[in-house]
């Protein structure tokens, strides 16, 4: 599965942004994905994780009511919407794939990572 992330630019703060990962390859039903982001200086962090149906959903507390996952395996697309914007979520934003929804969170499991897309949000 080759993943590419779009979608990311300068924003200012309290305003929106959404992150698509389009995928190719392997069939994309198959894969749980994941958001993960990593700004400079620091590790790379969990940020959100949709199941293999779209159905289950999982968020980082920091982005919890902000932030919104969604699916469409037609398409073989992810989507991150992100709300309410704030300085500290600047950061390279990452999608990756896995088998399992279990531990989607966890960063080591995963079978592919796609090229970051940099969102920067200004105060």
């Known amino acids: 599965v080759q993943l590419q992330a779009s979608g990311g630019g300068l924003v200012q703060a309290g305003g929106s942004l959404r992150l698509s990962c389009t995928a190719s390859?392997?069939?994309?039903?198959?894969?749980?994905m994941g958001w993960f982001r990593q700004a400079p200086g620091k590790e790379r962090e969990f940020v959100g994780g949709i199941s293999k149906n779209g159905v289950t959903k999982y968020y980082a507390d920091s982005v919890k009511g902000r932030f919104t996952i969604s699916r469409d395996n037609a398409q073989m697309t992810v989507w991150l919407q992100m709300n309410s914007l704030k300085p500290e979520d600047t950061a390279v934003y990452y999608c990756?794939?896995?088998?399992?929804?279990?531990?989607?969170?966890?960063?080591?499991?995963?079978?592919?990572w796609g090229r970051g897309t940099q969102v920067t949000v200004s105060s």
């Open positions: 990756a794939a896995r088998l399992y929804y279990r531990d989607v969170e966890v960063p080591v499991g995963y079978n592919y």
């Open positions: 390859g392997r069939t994309f039903s198959s894969y749980a």
